[in-house]
């Protein structure tokens, strides 16, 4: 799979981690500041392909391959872990929209393939059924790039009928942006720029043609990204956290370049031995990363069922990976002494995005109790 091809045809243009820098660093302390990404940055995602490299095809979009997808926002989240997180999750987005029927695709994608999707499927909204559709209320905290967004999902919880299974589905909801009130909460100690702000509606009506039952719903297009989307969507966690590790790793060898040529206190062993720790924990998540990449998308190409051992090995990868680059910035971030307390050093953003990017519940370190739950009952 020729990954460099792929994103040249995106746009004409391949981005390596240089262009993106020039793109992209003018703009950090702005965002910073606003608590979004500044316009700006938002137009060069959009010129890059980011927002229409998995939007179907047949709207458009480019229908990139998950591997060459997760790599551009790697590279994305080595300048900037704001900047990555919303290329992973404001493009993820469209995993989800072939749940919904075509006619509903046709409108959302009417203006053009370059849709900003925001929100959050947490089922914590509220809903209730009349003649075509749903009236739904609610409130949902973490809509990173919702100020940007176009559309904007909502989860909530429907009751099955009496007598039935007493569970609930988990539905989702997608409206136009506008019809949200955004409420400005996000002020955070880091990924400052996602502007991941509360979300809310009230008693506010959606067509059925816009509401979905994700687990149960079948694909209006059959494409290897929308198979098995949640799969694939927690991947993005991990190319996120990965630039954002090798960055640091970048960031120290620059700074301790530069010191270690007049340094007399004995620290250079030290420092070799800590880089080289570091730097075999990156490649070890990296390796991993790449293996479950390709074992989900074979599976999505070659068609086969969900597979919930697939997803509890992709929940372990993922909380692996961000167990481990926590550790590499971490570290780099103490290697980097007194010098890692200034505004001036990338180091102290890349800590605070990579401790909230941690903390996101598709990655925290219980999910590895899946794994072991499963080796241990034999699934």
């Known amino acids: 799979m020729d990954t460099h091809a792929e994103l040249k045809d995106i746009g004409g243009i391949a981005p390596d981690t240089d262009d993106l820098r020039k793109c992209f660093e003018p703009h950090i302390a702005q965002m910073e500041e606003l608590s979004c990404l500044p316009p700006p940055v938002v137009e060069k995602l959009k010129e890059i392909g980011v927002f229409r490299m998995w939007a179907p095809k047949q709207f458009g979009g480019q229908e990139l391959s998950m591997p060459a997808g997760l790599e551009l926002i790697r590279r994305i ?60 209320s609610g409130r949902w905290p973490l809509a990173s790039g919702c100020k940007a967004a176009h559309w904007i999902v909502g989860g909530f919880a ?3 009928p009496q007598n039935s299974n007493p569970n609930h589905s988990m539905m989702v ?28 509606i009230e008693d506010s009506f959606v067509a059925d043609g816009f509401v979905a039952d994700v687990a149960k719903a079948d694909n209006s297009v059959d494409s290897p990204l929308y198979r098995h989307p949640v799969h694939l969507f927690l991947l ?115 800590l605070r995005d990579m401790l909230v990017a941690t903390q996101h519940g598709a990655v925290q370190r219980p999910n590895l109790m899946a794994g072991g739950k499963a080796l241990f009952e034999g699934r």
């Open 77 to 136: 989240a080595s300048i900037d872990g704001s900047i990555g997180w919303v290329a992973a999750i404001n493009s993820g987005g469209c995993l989800m929209l072939p749940k919904l029927p075509l006619a509903s695709l046709e409108v959302i994608y009417e203006t053009g393939p370059d849709q900003i999707i925001a929100g959050n499927g947490r089922p914590i909204g509220s809903a209730r059924q009349v003649p075509g559709g749903w009236r739904v």
């Open 158 to 160: 429907k009751p099955e």
């Open 173 to 200: 909801m997608l409206k136009p942006a506008k019809e949200f009130r955004i409420e400005e909460t996000w002020k955070a100690m880091g990924l400052r720029g996602t502007g991941s702000h509360h979300i809310s």
């Open 236 to 350: 993005t966690h991990g190319a996120v956290q990965l630039g954002i590790a090798e960055a640091a790793i970048v960031d120290i060898v620059e700074l301790q370049q530069a010191r270690l040529t007049t340094d007399a206190s004995g620290r250079r062993e030290l420092v070799y031995f800590q880089l080289g720790t570091c730097n075999a924990k990156l490649k070890a998540a990296q390796a991993m990363f790449e293996r479950q990449v390709m074992s989900n998308w074979s599976d999505a190409e070659a068609g086969l069922p969900a597979d919930f051992k697939k997803l509890t090995a992709t929940m372990q990868t993922a909380a692996f990976i961000a167990a481990e680059t926590l550790e590499i910035v971490k570290c780099c971030f103490e290697m980097a002494g007194s010098a890692s307390v200034y505004e001036t050093s990338p180091l102290p953003r890349r």
